[in-house]
Every structure is written in structure tokens, then in C-alpha cells.
């Protein structure tokens, strides 16, 4: 089997643009980032290079889990007064939940579209299908 073309991206920042009080131009700034993104994987979805197939890389960056503010409730109640200010805190479930809001954002009515289906012409070591309700994942 041929090794595989690299594709390598990182820094979109994907829910940057949920940060309290996120600028007109922030949110801009990464629905652009966005459809470039999107355009992208489309471009590339359905092009080889010297017959291979694609790998797409995520250098880091691809999310801003940080900008998701996730509030305590009665049944996630705050453990501490930084918790109290900036929302719940690390871990599993508030990652999964700022997951779920990122994901939420990119396939709301007023974002400019959704990823393209996955094809055998990508290759990646986690496959995200998404009809923008809900997305799921899946080892490949």
C-alpha cells in the first residue's frame, strides 16, 4: 500500500467565536476560517496526488474548548468560585458538552454549511460524519 498524502492543518480555532462577548469580527474571522476549512477538505475529497489517498493531520488548535463557557446547574453544580465565574471546569463531560456546542455552532442555520460526507478518498485515523444532527464518530 502506497504511503498516503498529508494534509496538515491546525489553528482554526472552532469555537472561538462562542466566547461571552466574542467581537463581530471574531465571529467572522472563524465562520471564514470555516468555509475555508470546508472548501478545503471538499477540494481535496475529491483529488489524489500520484494516486494516493489523503491523511488529514490536526497540528492542534482545531477547537477552542477554552472559549466555551459551560455555566454550573443544579444537576453540574459549581465545585469552586472560579467554576462560579468561568463555567465548569476540565474534563470528560464539560469537553464532551463543548464538543457538542462547537459542533452545534458550525451546523446552526446562519453557518455557511457543513463538512462534506467522508469519501474513500480521505483518510484519517477518526472519521466525523455530521448531517448537523447530532454528529457522530467512529474509528477508521
Given amino acids: 500500500m502506497a504511503a ?4 496538515i492543518v491546525s489553528d482554526l480555532h472552532f469555537g472561538e467565536e462562542l466566547l461571552p462577548g466574542a467581537s463581530v469580527e471574531r465571529r467572522h474571522a472563524v ?19 500520484d494516486g494516493r489517498i489523503w ?14 463557557v459551560i455555566s454550573a446547574t443544579r444537576d453540574r453544580p459549581a465545585k469552586s468560585a472560579d467554576e462560579r465565574r468561568f463555567g465548569l471546569g476540565r474534563g ?9 456546542r462547537i ?3 458550525r451546523c446552526s442555520p446562519s453557518s455557511a ?9 480521505t483518510s484519517s485515523s477518526a472519521t466525523m460524519t455530521s448531517s448537523c444532527s447530532p454528529p457522530t464518530w467512529s474509528a477508521s
Fill in 92 to 100: 470528560v463531560q464539560p469537553g464532551v458538552e463543548r464538543m457538542r
Fill in 4 to 7: 498516503a498524502n498529508l494534509l
Fill in 55 to 68: 491523511r488529514l493531520v490536526i497540528a492542534g488548535d482545531l477547537f477552542d474548548f477554552m472559549s466555551v
Fill in 113 to 121: 454549511g457543513s463538512p462534506p460526507p467522508a469519501t474513500g478518498s
Fill in 31 to 49: 465562520e471564514l476560517g470555516a468555509a475555508a476549512f470546508r472548501e478545503f477538505l471538499r477540494y481535496h475529497t475529491v483529488r489524489r496526488r
Fill in 103 to 105: 459542533c452545534e455552532a
